[in-house]
């Protein structure tokens, strides 16, 4: 009598079930090292192009986002400076919020019945 006959059959179907299961494992969301360097690398360029565009200094930038991988930043940045002298592009600085006084329209509210606006009492 043979030892284990359906251990036997069954070993290389069990075999086959396991490599189809880890070669879907990016589709679980499971990054591999090099697909996380190279989405960390981009994400850093994108951030340094970003900086340049809004007339920001690597520093700043590095100042900003801690995070990020300077060594890409710094390629990004440097990227989009050359890109932006060869085309002749002027940065656009960001502008800071404007903050103003509440008006007195601002707090006036409509009534139920009239449709007229009354001032709140504060």
Request: neutral net charge; contains cysteine; aromatic residues 4%.
């Amino acid at each position: 009598m043979k030892p284990y006959p359906l251990l036997r059959r069954a070993a290389p179907l069990l075999l086959a079930a396991t490599l189809l299961g880890l070669a879907g494992c990016d589709q679980l969301g499971i990054e591999s090292p090099a697909a996380e360097a190279a989405r960390r690398e981009a994400d850093g360029k994108a951030i340094g192009a970003a900086c340049r565009h809004a007339a920001r200094s690597v520093e700043m930038c590095f100042e900003i986002n801690k995070r990020a991988d300077r060594p890409a930043m710094f390629a990004g940045w440097r990227e989009m400076n050359d890109y932006m002298r060869e085309n002749s592009i002027e940065a656009m600085p960001a502008v800071p919020p404007v903050v103003t006084a509440a008006d007195d329209s601002a707090e006036e509210a409509p009534t139920a019945k009239g449709g007229k606006a009354t001032k709140k009492a504060n």
